[in-house]
T-cell receptor
Framework: AQSVTQLGSHVSVSEGALVLLRCNYS??????LFWYVQYPNQGLQLLLK??????LVKGINGFEAEFKKSETSFHLTKPSAHMSDAAEYFC????????????FGAGTRLAVHP | EAGVAQSPRYKIIEKRQSVAFWCNPI?????LYWYQQILGQGPKLLIQ????????DSQLPKDRFSAERLKGVDSTLKIQPAKLEDSAVYLC??????????????FGEGSRLTVL
């Protein structure tokens, strides 16, 4: 079964520093991959998605992610962290074939300190 | 465009009691999902509807959980009787895509259940 693994349940960065959140997927065929963000007491909001077009995907709020088939990775990055980026981030995969649904990783909580 | 609406936002009950959550998806979205998000974990799919039919309920604990989507619009998720381990946020999501889509789901703010 297809799945995603997020390395690091907690990541802490300084304001202005690089943000790197790691996600690896398991799939025998190139999947569709997503990053969602969840702010406290809110639902999930789509940051970006990879759907087999460009391997470098740009999303909202300055985030981007690169699909690397050789590494089965889809890491999320942002060059300069802002205090407002503090949230929980989820990587997700859409299993190939069948009905449209998402399988989520366990999440990474990002803390940004001054 | 109105988003996915859920109610109640918060609910506290004692174990063995029952509870129901309501979801109204984005207008025109054929597919509706209920996810369970336990603290510290990612969302887990409980049930997926396409219009008013169930297409995936493989992870729904059917001895205590039930869900329906009458008329193919809004949906209700019920838990009876509740257990302590049911404490979680219940997220409703909807999508305009059925099969073959790219997977984008739109989420509501969730209903937080605490079972004492």
């Amino acid at each position: 079964a297809q799945s995603v693994t997020q390395l690091g349940s907690h990541v802490s960065v300084s304001e202005g520093a690089l943000v790197l959140l790691r996600c690896n997927y398991s799939s025998s065929v190139p999947p569709y991959l997503f990053w969602y963000v969840q702010y406290p007491n809110q639902g999930l909001q789509l940051l970006l998605k990879y759907t087999s077009a460009a391997t470098l995907v740009k999303g909202i709020n300055g985030f981007e992610a690169e699909f690397k088939k050789s590494e089965t990775s889809f890491h999320l990055t942002k060059p300069s962290a802002h205090m407002s980026d503090a949230a929980e981030y989820f990587c997700a995969v859409r299993p190939s074939g069948g009905y449209n649904k998402l399988i989520f990783g366990a999440g990474t909580r990002l803390a940004v300190h001054p | 465009e109105a988003g996915v609406a859920q109610s109640p936002r918060y609910k506290i009950i004692e174990k063995r009691q029952s509870v129901a959550f309501w979801c109204n998806p984005i207008s025109g979205h054929a597919t509706l999902y209920w996810y369970q998000q336990i603290l510290g974990q990612g969302p887990k799919l409980l049930i997926q509807f396409q219009n008013n039919g169930v297409v995936d309920d493989s992870q729904l604990p059917k001895d205590r959980f039930s869900a329906e989507r009458l008329k193919g619009v809004d949906s209700t998720l019920k838990i009876q009787p509740a257990k302590l381990e049911d404490s979680a946020v219940y997220l409703c999501a909807s999508s305009s895509e059925t099969s073959g889509g790219t997977g984008e789901l739109f989420f509501g703010e969730g209903s937080r259940l605490t079972v004492l």
